[in-house]
């Protein structure tokens, strides 16, 4: 598996334009974009940093996986996403390894990334997120 980079992190929050008066009037980041994923019941605005991301997520759904994150641990990081050259390939190896996956195959995700989540079980209680990106 070839990791590129720390892709984002991803910020669970209950309200969103809260969220982003913090990130970007308090701390000074450009607004890079909003998008609503309907499979994963979120909306999201995306932050660059540097080659990364800080990515906001708030549910548009009271069973959505944020708003059932928020409800049990509260507001905060709720994952971290690393880039990889092949997500399919990734997945298979960390299946070859015994690595708990939430996705056994690659899934939609904002900006047209091809994402899947490790479970927090196999990583030391965090839940880990691979995306693949074409840019």
């Not at 070839?2 to 984002?8: A, L, P, S, V």
């Not at 334009?17 to 308090?26: L, M, R, T």
């Not at 974009?33 to 995306?46: A, D, I, R």
């Not at 990081?77 to 190896?93: G, K, M, P």
Request: one cysteine or more; hydrophobic letters at 35%.
């Amino acid at each position: 598996m070839k990791i590129k980079k720390i892709d984002h992190l991803g910020i669970a929050v209950s309200d969103i334009e809260s969220g982003k008066k913090f990130w970007q009037d308090i701390m000074g980041l450009k607004l890079e974009g909003t998008e609503t994923v309907e499979e994963q019941k979120v909306t999201t605005l995306f932050f660059p940093v540097g080659e990364s991301e800080v990515e906001l997520l708030e549910s548009t759904s009271p069973d959505g996986p944020v708003a059932k994150y928020i409800e049990k641990k509260g507001p905060g990081l709720q994952h971290i996403a690393f880039r990889v050259e092949n997500i399919d390939e990734a997945l298979a190896e960390l299946k070859t390894k015994g690595v708990k996956l939430i996705d056994e195959s690659p899934r939609k995700g904002a900006g047209g990334a091809r994402i899947a989540f490790l479970h927090p079980k196999a990583t030391g209680g965090i839940l880990v997120e691979l995306c693949e990106k074409n840019n």
